[in-house]
């Protein structure tokens, strides 16, 4: 396993600092990952922070998925009060713990389902029946998957809280 350092601005292979005379050493700059999937990130931080006892959360890049996704969990209530903030950046939310959060996380890749096979889904991500809920995309916007029962709509699986 290589491991790399900025040496003057240019990439190079890791050279021991010895080795290097002193007018080449540069500070090494740290080299951030790309957020390929912003809802997973948002997913895992919030599960982190609760199994880490806090009672706030921030969460960015933000988006209107992850927009309608925190309002039917905060609807359902696993969460508390939400809060944009908007840096410039994408913006980012403030999000209130209630602690009701065992598990959370992203169903990918983003399965269809149709309005009569939701028990099929639940006996895949949930614990058991009638605990916990699943957050779909349905033509009528986000919403969990009791909703998209009710209504006789089916749609593609975001996440699962419970």
Same mark, same amino acid.
Request: glycine share 8%.
């Given at each position: 396993?290589?491991?790399?350092?900025?040496?003057?601005?240019?990439?190079?292979?890791?050279?021991? $600092?010895?080795?290097?005379?002193? @007018?080449?050493?540069?500070?090494?700059?740290?080299?951030?990952?790309? @957020?390929?999937?912003? *809802?997973?990130?948002? &997913?895992?931080?919030?599960?982190?922070?609760?199994?880490t006892g806090k009672k706030?959360?921030?969460?960015?890049?933000?988006?209107? &998925?992850?927009?309608?996704? =925190? %309002?039917?969990? @905060?609807?359902?209530?696993?969460?508390?009060?939400?809060?944009?903030?908007?840096?410039?950046?994408?913006?980012?939310?403030?999000? @209130? =713990? *209630?602690? %009701?959060?065992?598990?959370?996380?992203?169903?990918?890749?983003?399965?269809?389902?149709? $309005?009569?096979?939701?028990?099929?889904?639940?006996?895949?991500?949930?614990?058991? %029946? #009638?605990?916990?809920? *699943?957050?779909?995309t349905t033509p009528e916007?986000?919403?969990?998957?009791?909703?998209? $029962?009710?209504?006789?709509?089916? #749609?593609? *699986?975001?996440?699962?809280?419970?």
């Amino acid at each position: 396993m290589a491991v790399y350092t900025f040496v003057d601005d240019a990439f190079e292979r890791y050279i021991p $600092k010895s080795a290097l005379r002193k @007018q080449e050493v540069v500070e090494a700059k740290e080299v951030k990952q790309m @957020q390929m999937d912003t *809802l997973a990130d948002a &997913m895992s931080a919030i599960l982190n922070a609760e199994r880490t006892g806090k009672k706030t959360v921030t969460v960015k890049p933000a988006s209107k &998925m992850i927009a309608n996704v =925190l %309002r039917t969990a @905060q609807r359902a209530g696993y969460l508390g009060e939400l809060e944009f903030i908007e840096n410039h950046r994408g913006g980012m939310f403030e999000i @209130q =713990l *209630l602690g %009701r959060i065992n598990k959370c996380g992203v169903i990918k890749p983003r399965f269809p389902v149709k $309005k009569d096979h939701f028990e099929d889904e639940e006996r895949k991500y949930l614990p058991a %029946r #009638g605990f916990g809920m *699943l957050i779909l995309t349905t033509p009528e916007g986000v919403m969990t998957h009791e909703d998209a $029962k009710e209504k006789a709509i089916g #749609g593609r *699986l975001l996440a699962y809280i419970y």
